[in-house]
């Protein structure tokens, strides 16, 4: 089966498509300058032409409370028109299998916890970052519904907050994790007496590893189709793919800096938003179906500090 991979140079994609190469599976990439994936001819005229028999679409515009709050229009627009374009041109190109990347923030803001898939819209969004979560959603309802029209295979995964090898560490434009490893590692290079980070420090999030998520979304793509929809609903077929446990920001900083051996002092800044207060998946669907995260947080994030160290020179100020 040749599975072409959209988004293989982000940190997702990528992971993925080690993991299937690992595999000896027939992989296909374009990078954004070989195919816009906003472009619908050439997304169209590239899939009617190569005709893979799958495709893991990784590719999305991303970034963290910063970048959501400063861009909300680019990251609406363009992760509509990389979801419109590849799954419509999938189908239109008779491509029956597809595996479509979400975000756990597709979830209300304020969902009980362990967020289930049946908490999808049951409740307003966080505001912060609502229009890539709406974006998302739309993704898993093109997939469901070519489901249900077209009797197609495509199906969703929805990542908790990853981390890990391929991270974006822009000062401004990263995720809370990579922000935090580049904030203590210059810390500690310039000998600050003390690391201010964002909010009050009491939220609480959940971190997986890349290479974790890599082997799930490779999983769930793997499943007979009976087994897959046995475990879902057609119009309610996404799945969580999580670690399962939670950690607050003030505790998560407190590891970083013990990882990269910063030993000033961490405060809060209440001035900064703090984002959703808890974000915990419920992975029940997924393990029932057979997996399980393998990956520590305390592990991945040394592996993670150490991939930092071999390229900071190259991710020092760019953002990914």
């Known amino acids: 089966m040749r599975t072409f991979v959209a988004g293989h140079r982000g940190m997702v994609g990528s992971a993925i498509l080690?993991?299937?190469q690992a595999q000896g599976r027939e992989t296909l990439t374009r990078s954004r300058a070989e195919l816009d994936l906003t472009d619908q001819r050439a997304v169209r005229a590239f899939l009617?032409?190569?005709r893979p028999d799958a495709i893991v679409l990784a590719a999305a515009k991303v970034g963290g409370i910063h970048a959501n709050n400063a861009y909300p229009a680019e990251f609406l627009y363009e992760n509509l028109m990389i979801e419109a374009n590849v799954i419509h041109e999938a189908h239109a190109a008779g491509v029956e299998r597809l595996l479509f990347l979400g975000s756990s923030c597709i979830y209300p803001r304020d969902a009980a916890q362990p967020i289930a898939e049946e908490a999808l819209l049951t409740g307003p969004l966080e505001a912060t970052n609502e229009p890539y979560a709406i974006a998302k959603i739309v993704g898993i309802k093109l997939c469901e519904s070519y489901n249900r029209q077209h009797g197609r295979d495509y199906r969703s995964v929805m990542p908790t907050n990853l981390y890990g090898p391929g991270d974006n560490f822009h000062p401004e434009n990263s995720h809370v994790l990579p922000a935090l490893i580049r904030r203590f590692h210059e810390a500690k290079t310039g000998h600050a007496p003390r690391v201010r980070i964002w909010g009050s420090g009491t939220p609480r999030r959940e971190?997986?590893?890349v290479d974790d998520m890599a082997e799930a979304s490779v999983f769930v793509m793997d499943l007979d189709r009976a087994t897959y929809e046995a475990n879902t609903r057609p119009m309610l077929s996404h799945i969580n793919v999580g670690a399962g446990v939670d950690v607050s920001i003030m505790d998560l900083a407190r590891m970083?800096?013990?990882?990269?051996?910063?030993?000033?002092?961490i405060e809060t800044d209440p001035t900064r938003p703090d984002g959703t207060p808890r974000k915990l998946m419920d992975v029940s669907r997924l393990s029932r179906m057979g997996w399980t995260a393998r990956i520590g947080l305390a592990?991945?994030?040394?592996?993670t500090y150490a991939w930092f160290l071999r390229h900071q020179d190259s991710v020092r100020g760019v953002a990914a």
């Open 18 to 20: 080690r993991r299937l």
């Open 48 to 50: 009617q032409q190569e």
């Open 207 to 209: 971190f997986l590893h």
């Open 256 to 265: 970083v800096a013990a990882v990269v051996g910063y030993e000033g002092a």
């Open 299 to 303: 592990e991945g994030l040394r592996e």
